[in-house]
């Protein structure tokens, strides 16, 4: 979550999704921070979208009710034609019988009580027991899902659960998965596996691109700088424990991957602070960089990129990742492209989530002039989005190298 500056002055600060704080949402690893109440009640986006939970019915259970209404209709429709038929009966046959002693002055209730006997007589065409004898085998079979050794997870030691036990019967009516192999078939496990670096390509049959090329090109320096946009291009934040171990949050399993690849490559992220000052640590040297602008990923744009400094040399540089179609034509001409065709070609027939990974130098003046142009994009009541889009666009106008992919 980025924060508010805790300074009142002139800077405008526009309200967007990375300084807003959602209702049920949990601030964490921040020991402090300053806000103001926007929305509250049930003004704010969870209590609007709050409704009454529906509840949910099987297959057999929609088909009990329909049938116990058709039942009742019809209990209903026998009730009221022998209840009427036994009155007319009375009235002309039954007061003449004096061994039914009949009362010589009628009640009020006495067109009533042959209908209601009726009622009584048919009150067992309604099946209740069908209800109580399928919940109790709604029961039995959940827990024969809960002591299933075959949907056991033994990598988080997790058996199955049945949650919901109205709804399990409704698994044997399952006729189609659609899924996707984003995360479903991925088991949201990503894996670096292979890569291309200007041209060369790293990883063979077991997927082993970390120890190629730890071994052959670790002092490359495309190798270098493509780590280097591994380990800075993202939003992960560093988590330092007791015993000096880090470990990493990410908003995306694919972010936690690259920069837990870069780290097993001596590209390790020892730090984000809130000013944001990343250091990244390699080969035992330690290099500071300030993150400036971050410009997330959008379904428009297909990239995300990060504008850093680093501290030392005040350089400037934008990083980016993304997909092919969007990374690709803005690389400069002269590259390898024949071969990086083929890498993305070959990675994808092997079913593997592929991402290019870019970057260029940026000069002071070009930054600070782009830098105005978001500001008041970002701050614009007017059209923010389009002209935030045209902003990105602007700082992509030149082309710039494209260190290689990975997947």
Same mark, same amino acid.
């Given at each position: 979550?980025?924060?508010?500056?805790?300074?009142?002055?002139?800077?405008?600060?526009?309200?967007?999704?990375?300084?807003?704080?959602?209702?049920?949402?949990?601030?964490?690893?921040?020991?402090?921070?300053?806000?103001?109440?926007?929305?509250?009640?049930?003004?704010?986006?969870?209590?609007?979208?709050?409704?009454?939970?529906?509840?949910?019915?099987?297959?057999?259970?929609?088909?009990?009710?329909?049938?116990?209404?058709?039942?009742?209709?019809?209990?209903?429709?026998?009730?009221?034609?022998?209840?009427?038929?036994?009155?007319?009966?009375?009235?002309?046959?039954?007061?003449?019988?004096?061994?039914?002693?009949?009362?010589?002055?009628?009640?009020?209730?006495?067109?009533?009580?042959?209908?209601?006997?009726?009622?009584?007589? $048919?009150? %067992?065409?309604?099946?209740?027991?069908?209800?109580? +004898?399928? =919940?109790?085998? /709604? &029961?039995?079979?959940?827990?024969? !899902?809960?002591?299933?050794?075959?949907?056991?997870?033994?990598?988080?030691?997790?058996?199955?659960?049945?949650?919901?036990?109205?709804?399990?019967?409704?698994?044997?009516?399952?006729?189609?998965?659609?899924?996707?192999?984003?995360?479903?078939?991925?088991?949201?496990?990503?894996?670096?596996?292979? $890569?291309? %670096?200007?041209?060369?390509?790293?990883?063979?049959? +077991?997927? =082993?691109?970390? /120890? &190629?090329?730890?071994?052959?090109? !670790?002092?490359?320096?495309?190798?270098?700088?493509?780590?280097?946009?591994?380990?800075?291009?993202?939003?992960?934040?560093?988590?330092?424990?007791?015993?000096?171990?880090?470990?990493?949050?990410?908003?995306?399993?694919?972010?936690?991957?690259?920069?837990?690849?870069?780290?097993?490559?001596?590209?390790?992220?020892?730090?984000?602070?809130?000013?944001?000052?990343?250091?990244?640590?390699?080969?035992?040297?330690?290099?500071?960089?300030?993150?400036?602008?971050?410009?997330?990923?959008?379904?428009?744009?297909?990239?995300?990129?990060?504008?850093?400094?680093?501290?030392?040399?005040?350089?400037?540089?934008?990083?980016?990742?993304?997909?092919?179609?969007?990374?690709?034509?803005?690389?400069?001409?002269?590259?390898?492209?024949?071969?990086?065709?083929?890498?993305?070609?070959?990675?994808?027939?092997?079913?593997?989530?592929?991402?290019?990974?870019?970057?260029?130098?940026?000069?002071?003046?070009?930054?600070?002039?782009?830098?105005?142009?978001?500001?008041?994009?970002?701050?614009?009541?007017?059209?923010?989005?389009?002209?935030?889009?045209?902003?990105?666009?602007?700082?992509?106008?030149?082309?710039?190298?494209?260190?290689?992919?990975?997947?």
């Amino acid at each position: 979550m980025r924060l508010f500056p805790p300074i009142i002055d002139n800077e405008k600060c526009p309200l967007t999704i990375n300084n807003t704080l959602l209702q049920s949402c949990y601030l964490r690893y921040t020991e402090w921070a300053c806000g103001v109440a926007i929305y509250t009640g049930n003004e704010t986006k969870s209590g609007m979208s709050r409704g009454t939970a529906e509840s949910k019915l099987t297959a057999a259970d929609s088909m009990i009710d329909k049938l116990t209404v058709a039942i009742f209709v019809f209990q209903i429709a026998v009730v009221l034609l022998l209840g009427l038929a036994g009155n007319i009966w009375k009235d002309s046959h039954g007061r003449k019988l004096w061994y039914l002693m009949y009362p010589a002055e009628r009640p009020w209730y006495d067109f009533l009580v042959i209908p209601l006997r009726f009622e009584l007589l $048919c009150s %067992i065409m309604i099946p209740i027991s069908i209800k109580v +004898t399928l =919940d109790l085998a /709604k &029961g039995v079979y959940a827990k024969f !899902i809960d002591c299933d050794d075959q949907m056991f997870d033994p990598e988080t030691n997790t058996p199955a659960h049945s949650a919901n036990t109205a709804i399990s019967e409704d698994l044997g009516q399952v006729e189609y998965i659609l899924s996707d192999k984003t995360g479903t078939l991925t088991e949201n496990r990503m894996i670096f596996k292979r $890569c291309c %670096i200007s041209g060369v390509l790293y990883g063979d049959n +077991t997927g =082993d691109a970390l /120890k &190629g090329i730890n071994l052959f090109s !670790i002092n490359d320096p495309d190798v270098v700088k493509f780590l280097m946009v591994m380990a800075l291009c993202n939003t992960v934040v560093p988590i330092k424990s007791n015993d000096d171990t880090i470990s990493y949050k990410a908003q995306s399993q694919d972010e936690e991957a690259l920069v837990n690849a870069a780290s097993n490559l001596n590209m390790l992220l020892t730090s984000k602070d809130s000013s944001g000052i990343a250091e990244i640590c390699f080969n035992g040297s330690k290099f500071c960089y300030e993150v400036l602008d971050v410009l997330e990923f959008t379904s428009d744009r297909k990239r995300m990129s990060i504008v850093v400094k680093e501290v030392k040399s005040g350089k400037f540089l934008l990083l980016s990742k993304g997909a092919d179609e969007a990374i690709f034509p803005r690389s400069c001409p002269g590259q390898q492209t024949k071969t990086y065709l083929e890498a993305v070609e070959m990675y994808s027939h092997l079913g593997l989530r592929t991402l290019c990974l870019g970057c260029r130098d940026l000069g002071e003046d070009e930054y600070k002039e782009w830098s105005k142009k978001f500001q008041d994009a970002s701050c614009s009541l007017d059209n923010r989005e389009l002209r935030a889009r045209y902003s990105h666009s602007w700082y992509h106008r030149h082309r710039g190298p494209s260190p290689g992919w990975c997947a």
